[in-house]
T-cell receptor
Framework: RKEVEQDPGPFNVPEGATVAFNCTYS??????FFWYRQDCRKEPKLLMS???SGNEDGRFTAQLNRASQYISLLIRDSKLSDSATYLC??????????FGRGTSLIVHP | ETGVTQSPTHLIKTRGQQVTLRCSSQ?????VSWYQQALGQGPQFIFQ???????GRGNFPPRFSGLQFPNYSSELNVNALELDDSALYLC????????????FGQGTRLTVV
């Protein structure tokens, strides 16, 4: 079983739609959780951290469920510019970030 | 811009050759990690350097080696290149090994023919 698993998609949604991505992780001792965004042929960039109580940043909401070992990312009112790959990232006691394979999002007009 | 720079940006090598990739970390960051990202996959952790010492290693063979210098810049060396080594190689710096948020360079795209 991979340490971090994501549905690769692609998720193909119209502008204005709400879309949700899930990610599961295998190490119950994981301590830090993030979502990164990666545009085509570019480097990953931090989108947001994920906190135990859940957190929101504008149209983006992240949730963590430690009992079930999954994190989620909800994007509301999708924009064309949201088209990218979204990488789930988990780190344990070593603090070394472990990446999922990413979920591809395509927002169309 | 993250302040992390990598060179070269693109490289073509022949199978069996050796390659050195370079990374200049963000100012004040003492921890550098290297990742390999194959097409359609997420970044895979190769190894990490903290204050010039290897501080963690992923599931990569010994022909992948590295260095970190006193100014915290870093090199990734790959010997005996194989076709499957073709990938985007990403360097990520962190302020300290105890912090997880990573800042990535733009990557080096290596093609092995």
């Amino acid at each position: 079983r991979k340490e971090v698993e994501q549905d690769p998609g692609p998720f193909n949604v119209p502008e204005g739609a709400t879309v949700a991505f899930n990610c599961t992780y295998s190490n119950s001792a994981s301590q830090s959780f993030f979502w990164y965004r990666q545009d085509c042929r570019k480097e990953p960039k931090l989108l947001m951290s994920v906190y135990s109580s859940g957190n929101e940043d504008g149209r983006f909401t992240a949730q963590l469920n430690r009992a079930s070992q999954y994190i989620s990312l909800l994007i509301r009112d999708s924009k064309l510019s949201d088209s990218a790959t979204y990488l789930c990232v988990v780190a344990g006691g070593s603090y070394i970030p472990t990446f999922g394979r990413g979920t591809s999002l395509i927002v169309h007009p | 811009e993250t302040g992390v720079t990598q060179s070269p940006t693109h490289l073509i090598k022949t199978r069996g050759q050796q390659v050195t990739l370079r990374c200049s970390s963000q100012s004040g960051h003492n921890t550098v990690s290297w990742y390999q990202q194959a097409l359609g996959q997420g970044p895979q952790f190769i190894f990490q350097y903290y204050r010039e010492e290897e501080n963690g290693r992923g599931n990569f063979p010994p022909r992948f080696s590295g260095l970190q210098f006193p100014n915290y810049s870093s090199e990734l060396n790959v010997n005996a290149l194989e076709l499957d080594d073709s990938a985007l190689y990403l360097c990520a710096s962190r302020p300290n090994r105890g912090q997880t948020e990573a800042f990535f360079g733009q990557g080096t795209r290596l093609t092995v023919v």
